[in-house]
């Protein structure tokens, strides 16, 4: 079985994002990218299943800018054995996302593609199910837990009322939680032999895909300042400021 982990380039989640003096997006000129921390949550699963016997191979794609093929070699040092870069100078939207994705599925027939649930820059949660829906693929998304039963798959998610437990025919999309795994760090030899690994480099114009943006962006701003904590006395002045002033209760 051939898995597919599309994983996208962001900012690092531990960076304070700051917005740029315009207000048309956040600044990203000298800050650290990583890997979706969702996405690498994928990568792991799909490692995982490999390293039961499940899978044979893993193949990792990206879309975006060139350096997205640091985030691709870091896939290939945790365990990888390939990666495609699908090189763009503007990230595409999830719609375009999904279309190119379709696109490598068909070329790549893989059984199974793993992704994160959404990215952490935009929170889109969007392009797993949009992509299901292009390839007509049954799917299962915010799995907590995946397992592969004969020739279907049995994949645990939560919902609000607890959990739910699916079963879906392979091929299939699967979008990682959380809580489905605690990614491995790749060690510096892997990190070595991941330089020596393949990697393949297309264009959106040679997959044929518009990556027209469809969606524009009015404004961003950062939230407002939270103002200062103060002490009560006691719990009677606690009760009539949350009624009177927070009007809570």
């Known amino acids: 079985m051939k898995i597919l982990v599309p994983i996208k380039r962001v900012i690092d989640y531990n960076v304070k994002v700051r917005v740029r003096r315009d207000g048309g997006g956040v600044e ?3 800050v650290k990218m990583s890997m979706n921390p969702f996405d690498e949550i994928a990568v792991e699963e799909a490692l995982r299943l490999r390293e039961k016997g499940i899978a044979s191979e893993v193949l990792v794609v990206s879309i975006g800018v060139p350096q997205a093929a640091d985030t691709l070699r870091t896939a290939l040092a945790m365990g990888a054995d390939r990666a495609i870069l699908v090189q763009s100078e ?5 719609l ?3 279309k190119i994705l379709k ?3 068909e070329r790549e027939t893989p059984d199974l593609v793993i992704l994160g649930k959404q990215a952490i820059d935009d929170d889109m949660n969007a392009t797993g199910q949009m992509l299901a829906g292009l390839l007509d693929w049954p799917q299962a ?3 907590s837990r995946v397992e592969k039963t004969g020739d279907s798959l049995t994949v645990s998610r939560e919902v609000d009322g607890g959990s739910e437990t699916l079963s879906l025919t392979l091929p299939a999309i699967v979008t990682a939680d959380l809580r489905l795994n605690e990614p491995r760090y790749a060690s510096l030899p892997n990190i070595m032999k991941a ?4 990697l393949e480099t297309l264009s959106a114009a040679d997959l044929g895909i518009d990556l027209t943006r469809r969606l524009t962006t009015l404004s961003i701003a950062e939230p407002p300042t939270r103002k200062a904590g103060i002490k ?7 009760v009539e400021k949350l009624r009177n002033e927070a009007k809570v209760i």
């Open 96 to 98: 375009a996302v999904a």
């Open 103 to 105: 696109i490598l599925v």
């Open 141 to 143: 998304t915010f799995a």
């Open 232 to 238: 009560v006395g006691s719990v009677a002045e606690l």
């Open 90 to 94: 503007e990230s595409p939207e999830p």
């Open 195 to 198: 330089k020596k690994k393949p």
């Open 28 to 30: 990203t000129a000298g």
